[in-house]
């Protein structure tokens, strides 16, 4: 089943590319889920370079559904700079830190 979802990733990063006017080349995507499926699929992406050599996929698992942070942590491994780089948040979206895990600075997402 995650990988239905690593698909749906897939998808989403080649739709970005062709619509965000950035030549077609992305360079980092960030995942955000709260399911060990969401955290298996990310990591699917960026190991099996299924969105392509020199992409970074972050991802952000947000214990706040069913999981615990513990379980997302396990699912998530460990990462690899540049290429896996997982962040869990215990209190999900509501954490403080929760902008800057999805790569972006607090001041410019304001």
């Given at each position: 089943q995650h990988l239905d979802r690593?698909?749906?990733?897939?998808?989403a990063h080649r739709r970005a590319a062709e619509l965000g006017g950035s030549g077609g080349t992305i360079?980092?995507?960030?995942?955000?889920?709260?399911a060990p499926n969401d955290i298996l699929a990310a990591r699917a992406c960026a190991?099996?370079?299924?969105?392509?050599?020199?992409?970074a996929v972050?991802?952000?698992?947000?214990a706040t559904g069913s999981y615990g942070a513990e379980e997302l942590q396990?699912?998530?491994?460990?990462?690899?700079?540049?290429?896996?780089?997982?962040?869990?948040?215990?209190?999900?979206i509501?954490?403080?830190?929760?902008?800057?895990?999805?790569?972006?600075?607090?001041a410019a997402a304001a």
């Open positions: 690593a698909e749906q990733i897939v998808i360079r980092r995507v960030v995942h955000v889920g709260d190991l099996d370079r299924r969105l392509g050599e020199g992409v972050g991802c952000v698992g947000v396990a699912c998530a491994g460990e990462p690899v700079p540049g290429l896996w780089e997982p962040v869990v948040l215990e209190d999900g509501a954490d403080p830190g929760f902008v800057a895990a999805c790569g972006l600075d607090s």
